[in-house]
T-cell receptor, first 112, second 115 residues
Framework: GENVEQHPSTLSVQEGDSAVIKCTYSDSASNYFPWYKQELGKGPQLIIDIRSNVGEKKDQRIAVTLNKTAKHFSLHITETQPEDSAVYFCAASMDSSYKLIFGSGTRLLVRP | KAGVTQTPRYLIKTRGQQVTLSCSPISGHRSVSWYQQTPGQGLQFLFEYFSETQRNKGNFPGRFSGRQFSNSRSEMNVSTLELGDSALYLC??????????????FGPGTRLTVL
């Protein structure tokens, strides 16, 4: 069945460094890939998303890349700040499924 | 614009009871999805509704059900509660104006504890 694997499960970086989180999806029909940030006691918040007709998308310090051939997509956060500390989830979806398949999450800690 | 709202935020029930959770989507959004979040299983899809019709359902027992009203508000019900139903239940809404996946916006969740 559909599956999304996410690595690493935890990531600790120094403030100002970059952070990279990687995901792999199993169903080649997947064509929508959002990333969510979840802070303690809150629901997931969309931070960036990409569709399969685009290879890369950037929004200030955040970027997502997609490799359809390898079925990989990655989140890149540059110039990390302590407020970036949270759990990040990748997800995948396909047309007419109306559901998101989530990765297992990455706990990011940015050390001041 | 107000975000997705969920009520109640916290709920404590005992085994065997039933519970109803409520979700109000962002104004203008017609699709509502429900997810269960647990430390062990992560975020899992429960079901999705659009124009009062369930379009997809996840792999959960029949004790989990939902519905959507004509104003797009949605409720989910869990009957005969089990300890393993303790979780954060998240609702997400989207425009869903076509067959493709629209951006889903999540509410803060309802934390259900089953004793």
């Amino acid at each position: 069945g559909e599956n999304v694997e996410q690595h690493p499960s935890t990531l600790s970086v120094q403030e100002g460094d970059s952070a990279v989180i990687k995901c792999t999806y199993s169903d080649s029909a997947s064509n929508y890939f959002p990333w969510y940030k979840q802070e303690l006691g809150k629901g997931p918040q969309l931070i960036i998303d990409i569709r399969s007709n685009v290879g890369e998308k950037k929004d200030q310090r955040i970027a997502v890349t997609l490799n359809k051939t390898a079925k990989h997509f990655s989140l890149h956060i540059t110039e990390t700040q302590p407020e970036d500390s949270a759990v990040y989830f990748c997800a995948a979806s396909m047309d007419s499924s109306y559901k998101l398949i989530f990765g297992s999450g990455t706990r990011l800690l940015v050390r001041p | 614009k107000a975000g997705v709202t969920q009520t109640p935020r916290y709920l404590i029930k005992t085994r065997g009871q039933q519970v109803t959770l409520s979700c109000s989507p962002i104004s203008g959004h017609r699709s509502v999805s429900w997810y269960q979040q647990t430390p062990g299983q992560g975020l899992q899809f429960l079901f999705e509704y659009f124009s009062e019709t369930q379009r997809n359902k996840g792999n959960f027992p029949g004790r989990f059900s939902g519905r959507q009203f004509s104003n797009s508000r949605s409720e989910m019900n869990v009957s005969t509660l089990e300890l393993g139903d303790s979780a954060l239940y998240l609702c997400a809404s989207s425009l869903a104006s076509s067959f493709s996946t629209d951006t889903q916006y999540f509410g803060p969740g309802t934390r259900l504890t089953v004793l």
